[in-house]
């Protein structure tokens, strides 16, 4: 039996693997000269691989989707994940934030191991094969030497999202799908960072900078982590988390400078110094200099202690809009859930595995990308085995 896996990522290989171990002869097609590229420069300055926090709040994290991802998470979860690296040579370790990284703490090594692996496996790799569409028994594709098919009792398609076009997310996988028939959510820009219109004091002085031990608030959903200044407005972890409702536009994001602590105790310190300046009283109040620039930003600093309090725990930044999706980490939207069936199979083309990010699910950073990418790789190949059964 003959499987053909299209997409190079985290999520194709995996399926690729399974299906491998499986018994089946795969192959693997991928616009790319090698595979992994996205993963080997994301894990660069260190791969977070998956989540070590209770597994419950991990399904949280997957908002919408979580109910139709928890039984593919709980079939192949974070410790499932951190066996298989460590089967590959590259044992885990959990850092501080309770993120979980290889002992290499970036990609090659475990990339290296998993292709060798996959090549003993007799896992096939195909580049420079773009995909052009579904035929009956296989795909097409547009390769080295012109239009190419490759027949397959099986497909598994794990294309990605559209962030990163440079690194072969372009989205391009989506008109074909359509005109298969596959019902298709746009694709818009998931973790990405937001275009704030700071003074030019602010962005000379502050780009580069961290805010840290903040709380961070927009439309509904608030989160406790580190955003870092740009010349153009904020990105990092925090501002990634409230990606969802930062791509609605222009809105007021409001920042808790001193979560842990009460307005009218913060209001009581900020009085200590009645004939300090405010910039003193803010310092002495355990305030960074750049916490101080973002409450300059919102406004003039008020000189009475209880309003100068209530700045400091709800500092409003005016987002005038989000990065575009060739900047972003990652992309929501995709393949419909209403169009897959209970195996990760296409409604509209029995035969036909998704697994990765090209379904229509999004999550923040933190390995939980890349755990549902794993998970789905796994999952839709199971879900092949159970259909050529």
């Known amino acids: 039996m003959r499987a053909l ?44 691989l998956t989540h070590a926090e209770p597994f419950e709040r991990v399904l949280g994290r997957y908002g919408e989707a979580r109910h139709r991802l928890a039984p593919v998470l709980r079939a192949f979860p974070p410790d499932a994940l951190r066996e298989w690296a460590a089967d590959l040579g590259e044992p885990t370790f959990v850092g501080s934030s309770g993120r979980v990284f290889p002992h290499g703490f970036k990609a090659t090594k475990l990339a290296r191991a998993w292709l060798k692996r996959l090549g003993e496996l007799g896992v096939v790799y195909r580049p420079r094969r773009r995909f052009l569409g579904l035929v009956e028994g296989g795909a097409l594709f547009a390769g080295p030497e012109g239009d190419e098919r490759l027949d397959a009792d099986v497909v598994a398609l794990a294309f990605g999202g559209a962030s990163w076009p440079r690194l072969g997310g372009d989205g391009g996988w989506v008109e074909p799908l ?80 001193k979560p842990d602590l009460a307005e009218a105790a913060l209001a009581e310190r900020l009085s200590r110094h009645p004939r300090a300046s405010r910039a003193t009283r803010l310092a002495k109040a355990g305030l960074a200099p750049v916490a101080a620039g973002l409450l300059r930003e919102a406004g003039e600093l008020p000189a009475d202690a209880a309003a100068l309090a209530a700045r400091v725990k709800a500092c409003a930044v005016r987002i005038a809009g989000a990065a575009g999706i060739e900047r972003a980490i990652s992309s929501a939207g995709g393949v419909r859930w209403s169009a897959l069936d209970e195996a990760f199979m296409l409604k509209a083309r029995p035969g036909v595995f998704v697994a990765g ?17 794993f998970a789905t790789g796994v999952a839709a190949a199971r879900g092949a085995l159970a259909w050529l059964s």
């Not at 694709?187 to 002085?205: E, I, Q, T």
């Open 5 to 48: 896996v299209a997409g190079a990522g985290p999520a194709g290989l995996m399926a690729a693997e399974t299906l491998a171990r499986a018994g089946l002869r795969v192959e693997v097609a991928d616009a790319a000269a090698s595979p992994l590229r996205k993963f080997l420069l994301a894990g660069r300055g260190g791969l977070n």
């Open 178 to 257: 359509r005109a298969a028939g596959v019902e298709i959510a746009p694709l818009k820009p998931a973790n990405m960072g937001v275009f704030v219109d700071w003074s030019p004091v602010f962005a000379a002085r502050f780009a580069g900078q961290p805010v840290k031990a903040a709380r961070w608030s927009l439309g509904g959903l608030s989160t406790r982590a580190e955003a870092v200044v740009t010349a153009r407005g904020l990105e990092g972890g925090a501002i990634y988390a409230l990606s969802a409702a930062a791509r609605d536009g222009a809105a007021d994001l409001l920042v808790d400078l």
């Open 357 to 373: 990010e090209m379904i229509d699910w999004e999550a923040p950073t933190g390995g939980y990308l890349l755990q549902a990418c």
